[in-house]
């Protein structure tokens, strides 16, 4: 849904516990290089979707990705949800877990990382509506569901 902070937001459909996982961030699997590429573009329109998994993959979920990637900067250094690189199968992954109990409804919100000098605030267009979409389950990479309503 609308943030409140900026553009989309990404809000828990669940309580969650501190620990608990909410989501894996998934998308394309891209190189170093490919992400710097592409990150001069994604600057442009002020939005990034690229995480780091490594010193050479990184996710890009801009074309590909679930709804976690709505998550906002934690504006107030109190984030909501810290990420974990783990290997499964062989595979990086990123998994989203709760810093914090995490109440039904609340906009999940990240540290980004960017350091002091990134203080951009994208502002919105308030009457912006849907498509919303809604996850109810649960399954191996949610453990709490997320919309973006």
């Known amino acids: 849904g609308i943030s ?9 459909q669940e309580t969650a516990d501190k620990g608990d ?16 590429r592409r990150g001069l573009i994604y600057d442009k329109f ?18 590909v990705g679930n709804l976690i990637r709505f998550a906002n900067h934690s504006n107030n250094n109190f984030p909501r949800y810290g990420a974990a690189i783990k290997i499964v199968n062989g595979e990086h992954r990123i998994g989203v877990y709760a810093s914090r ?8 919100l990240f540290d980004y990382n960017y350091g002091q000098t990134w203080n951009k605030f994208v502002p919105i267009e308030k009457s912006i509506k849907g498509p919303f979409i809604f996850f109810s389950q649960r399954n191996e990479t949610t453990a709490a569901s997320v919309t973006t309503s």
């Open 21 to 36: 996982l909410i989501a894996e961030y998934t998308g394309e699997v891209i190189s170093k290089w490919e992400s710097e």
């Open 46 to 63: 002020c939005t990034s979707y690229i995480f780091g998994m490594n010193n050479d993959q990184f996710i890009d979920a801009t074309r």
């Open 101 to 108: 109990h995490i109440l039904f409804g609340e906009e999940l």
């Open 4 to 12: 409140g902070i900026a553009g989309w937001g990404c809000f828990i």
